[in-house]
Nanobody, 120 residues
Framework: QVQLVESGGGLVQAGGSLRLSCAAS????????MGWYRQAPGKQRELVAG???????NVADSVKDRFTISRDNAKNTVYLQMNSLKPEDTAVYYC??????????????WGKGTLVTVSS
C-alpha cells in the first residue's frame, strides 16, 4: 500500500510564493509519473504539472511561467514551486503518483489534497 503526504499549502497574498511537497511511502518499487492536480470551487479537477521518472515535465499553460515541478527520486518526493500566485490559483491541490510494479499494471495513488488560498 502507498501513502502520499502533502504539505506546503496555506494562505498567501497575490504575488507571493508557496512550495508544495508530496512524499510517497509504503510498498514502492519505483515511481513513474508524479504530478499535481488542482480543483477550484465549482470546477473540474485539472492537471497542473507532471514530471516523469527521467525528469521530463509538462506544465499547464495557465501556470507554466510561474510554477515549476521537480522531484527527488531518492526521497520519492515531488515538489511544486508556485511563484507570482494569483487569486485564480486558489484551489485544493492534489498529488498523484503512478507506482510501477514488477508483475502487475501500474497503479495511481492520490493524496488527500492541500488547500491553497490566494488573497487579492
Amino acid at each position: 500500500q502507498v501513502q502520499l503526504v502533502e504539505s506546503g499549502g496555506g494562505l498567501v497574498q497575490a504575488g507571493g510564493s508557496l512550495r508544495l511537497s508530496c512524499a510517497a511511502s509504503g510498498s514502492i518499487s519505483s515511481l513513474n509519473v508524479m504530478g499535481w492536480y488542482r480543483q477550484a470551487p465549482g470546477k473540474q479537477r485539472e492537471l497542473v504539472a507532471g514530471i516523469t521518472s527521467g525528469g521530463s515535465t509538462n506544465v499547464a499553460d495557465s501556470v507554466k511561467d510561474r510554477f515549476t515541478i521537480s522531484r527527488d527520486n531518492a526521497k520519492n518526493t515531488v515538489y511544486l514551486q508556485m511563484n507570482s500566485l494569483k487569486p485564480e490559483d486558489t484551489a485544493v491541490y492534489y498529488c498523484n503518483v503512478e507506482v510501477k510494479y514488477y508483475s502487475r499494471s501500474p497503479m495511481n495513488y492520490w493524496g488527500k489534497g492541500t488547500l491553497v488560498t490566494v488573497s487579492s
